[in-house]
Nanobody, 122 residues
Framework: QVQLVESGGGLVQAGDSLRLSCAASGRTFSNYVMGWFRQAPGKEREFVAAISWSDGRTYADSVKGRFTISRDNAKNTVYLQMNSLKPEDTAVYYC????????????????WGQGIQVTVSS
């Protein structure tokens, strides 16, 4: 029903900015909650940010004030603007879609992208 493809990752230095994009294909993109998760080596997958169809937003405490999630329904795309990047932000970042309510719980999301690497050097 929904396919997600992430782009915009790469290698940057601490303090730099990066914007991730997630292009979605599907018939009801605007009605889905969209989220970003990340998984670093040796760590569990963790919630980063999510945005609802009505533009409500929620962030993990670790990124609040530095990251901004947004969506452009006309382009079927969700973004994650990452500022003031830190080495601890290094991870594979995953875009996810949920057809129900805004949630921070990974298992409640229905669709996932393949993930994209973000590496922040000190």
């Amino acid at each position: 029903q929904v396919q997600l493809v992430e782009s915009g990752g790469g290698l940057v230095q601490a303090g730099d900015s990066l914007r991730l994009s997630c292009a979605a294909s599907g018939r009801t993109f605007s009605n889905y909650v969209m989220g970003w998760f990340r998984q670093a080596p040796g760590k569990e997958r963790e919630f980063v940010a999510a945005i609802s169809w009505s533009d409500g937003r929620t962030y993990a405490d670790s990124v609040k004030g530095r990251f901004t999630i947004s969506r452009d329904n006309a382009k079927n795309t969700v973004y994650l603007q990452m500022n003031s990047l830190k080495p601890e932000d290094t991870a594979v970042y995953y875009c996810a879609a949920d057809r129900w309510r805004l949630t921070r719980t990974a298992r409640e999301y229905d669709y996932w992208g393949q993930g994209i690497q973000v590496t922040v050097s000190s």
